[in-house]
C-alpha cells in the first residue's frame, strides 16, 4: 500500500524559509519522478518541482531561484526546501509520485506566508 505523507507546512513572516518533507512507504514501481503542487483557494492546483528518478529537476517559473526540490533515497524521502517566501506562495503543497501505471497523491500541508 503505497503512501504519501507531507509535513513542514506552517504560518511563516514573508522573506522567511521552510522546508516541506514527503515520506513516502509502500513500493512504488516503475517511478518516473516526484514532484510538489500546489493550490490556492479558488485556483487550479499547478506543479512547482519535480525530480526524475535521474535527478534532473524542473521548477515553475514564479520559483525559480528561490525553491529547490531534493531528495534523500535511503529514507524514501522528498524534500522542498522554500526560500525568500511570498505572499503569493500561500497554498496547500501536495507531494506527488508518477510512476508509470499511475500517480499518487499525499494529503497536503497548508503553507501561509504573511506579508
Known amino acids: 500500500q503505497v503512501q504519501l505523507v507531507e509535513s513542514g507546512g506552517d504560518l511563516v513572516q514573508a522573506g522567511g524559509s521552510l522546508r516541506l518533507s514527503c515520506a513516502t512507504s509502500?513500493?512504488?514501481?516503475?517511478?518516473?519522478?516526484m514532484g510538489w503542487y500546489r493550490q490556492a483557494p479558488g485556483k487550479q492546483r499547478e506543479l512547482v518541482a519535480r525530480i526524475t528518478s535521474s535527478g534532473s529537476t524542473n521548477y515553475a517559473d514564479s520559483v525559480k531561484g528561490r525553491f529547490a526540490i531534493s531528495r534523500d533515497n535511503a529514507k524514501n524521502t522528498v524534500y522542498l526546501l522554500m526560500n525568500s517566501l511570498k505572499p503569493e506562495d500561500t497554498a496547500v503543497y501536495y507531494c506527488n509520485a508518477d510512476s508509470r501505471d499511475r500517480g499518487y497523491w499525499g494529503q497536503g500541508t497548508q503553507v501561509t506566508v504573511s506579508s
Open positions: 509502500g513500493s512504488i514501481f516503475g517511478l518516473n519522478a
